[in-house]
């Protein structure tokens, strides 16, 4: 494994913001401007990747990539995703089917995500534009599907202690104390 | 119906008389189904709709009211009529019962559960939008993946009982927990948890220094 985190999820999910929010560089875009029906969201997107970093106590860095969230850039997903510790899927509360984005970066990233043992967090952000209780629960029933036990929060990706709380818990799932085996 | 209250009737401010905590004051009105204004002067107060499963909030302070002593709680029972003027989505109440364990409970585990109890948790709370600890999400990872003893927890992950306590209860009163060591799975081979040992790992070095990093965002 490298010390990468990827954030993905659809256009306009707020992967460059978080990311913004929390890296100790600032972000390197490949933004341009959005000539398709993005143009109606936002003015720029994301066409190859988005880059920042953690820098730790001892020179070590931890790389933070953005992954484009339109399809049809969809070969830097594999790309950016090899050998990944773990990943961070946004999900828009307020496109559409939500739920359908999940199912769709949930299957798209299997292989990665198969490979790093599952270490995903799901952000489920806007969800003030559009409030509902239970919203949460839909997403655990949907990511029960997948075989997967990971957690699931609300999430501003302005808001810096949102952004942290879901690399807290990436990384509590990454701790060797919190994945046991059972002696010899 | 709320019987242990000094009144019921559905506009009059009544003081509450009993020994109930929060908590089993929120439980009990929405086993009533019957909506609710809890008032504490000078703090605000908190609406539950049990038929919606929800909460609205005017409370800035929500330590001093999840503690505030049981006789500043004032009950309002409220008309239909006026139930219905609420149709703005509220909060999740369960979020509500975390929040009241959580400050309730800062260093005992809340009634009912034992440090011997073998638990694990049904799924994650949503940490962004309640109170948590430094090591909270660790309880969780732990918690949601392996049926675990209490004390245990406290073991493997290096944390002390007052926030092992803290956490857990809040889980508790929120009802994600589910008590291993007292339902029919009691034979099976989940138990043998309690003698797991922590996997060892060449990047633990690399956790602590990012977990250091994180936290300190």
Redesign the interface.
């Known amino acids: ?1 490298e ?1 990468k985190i990827i954030f993905a999820g659809p256009v306009g999910s707020g992967k460059t913001t978080a990311i913004s929010s ?1 890296s100790d560089i600032l972000v390197v875009g490949t933004e341009a401007k959005a000539s398709d029906e993005v143009a109606q969201r936002k003015d720029n997107t994301t066409v190859a990747m988005d880059y920042g970093v ?5 020179g ?1 860095k ?1 790389h933070l990539y953005g992954t484009p969230g339109q399809d049809r850039f969809n070969f830097m997903w594999e790309i950016l995703s090899e050998n990944a510790m773990g990943f961070v899927i946004l999900i828009d509360s307020a496109r559409p089917d939500p739920l359908a984005d999940l199912d769709h970066y949930l299957t798209a990233f299997s292989k990665p995500i198969a490979k790093c043992n599952g270490m995903v967090v799901i952000g489920v952000t806007r969800t003030e534009l559009n ?4 919203l ?1 629960d839909l997403f ?1 029933e949907r990511i029960s599907t997948f075989k997967l ?7 501003d990706g302005r808001d ?10 990436l ?13 010899t | 119906m709320l019987t242990e209250f000094s009144g019921n009737t559905t506009d009059t401010a009544v003081q509450s008389t009993t020994s109930a905590s929060l908590i089993s004051l929120v439980q009990r009105i929405l086993t009533s189904g019957v909506n609710t204004r809890i008032v504490v002067a000078d703090l605000g107060d908190v609406i539950i709709l049990p038929k919606r499963g929800e909460y609205h909030s005017t409370i800035e302070n929500m330590p001093a009211f999840c503690t505030a002593p049981r006789t500043k709680f004032e009950i309002h029972l409220l008309t239909d009529s006026e139930s219905t003027t609420i149709t703005v989505a509220g909060k999740d109440i369960k979020d509500l019962l975390w929040q009241a364990a959580f400050h309730a409970h800062q260093d005992r585990l809340i009634g009912d559960c034992s440090e011997n109890d073998v638990i694990q948790f049904k799924r994650w709370p949503n940490l962004t939008r309640l109170p948590v600890t430094p090591n909270t999400a660790r309880i969780c990872a732990l918690l949601t993946r392996h049926p675990t003893s209490i004390t245990l927890v406290r073991r493997v992950l290096g944390i002390d009982r007052d926030e092992v306590n803290q956490v857990i209860s809040a889980a508790f009163s929120s009802g994600i927990v589910n008590t291993i060591s007292r339902g029919p799975s009691l034979a099976s081979s989940e138990l043998a948890v309690t003698e797991v040992k922590p996997e060892q790992s060449q990047k633990t070095g690399l956790w602590h220094s990012l977990f250091a990093k994180i936290s300190s965002l």
């Open positions: 494994m010390n929390v953690l820098n730790l106590d001892g070590t931890v409030p509902r209780i239970g949460l655990y036990n990971i957690p699931v929060f609300e999430v810096r202690k949102d952004v942290k709380q879901m690399l807290l818990a990384l509590a799932l990454l701790d060797p104390s919190t994945t046991r085996t059972r002696p």
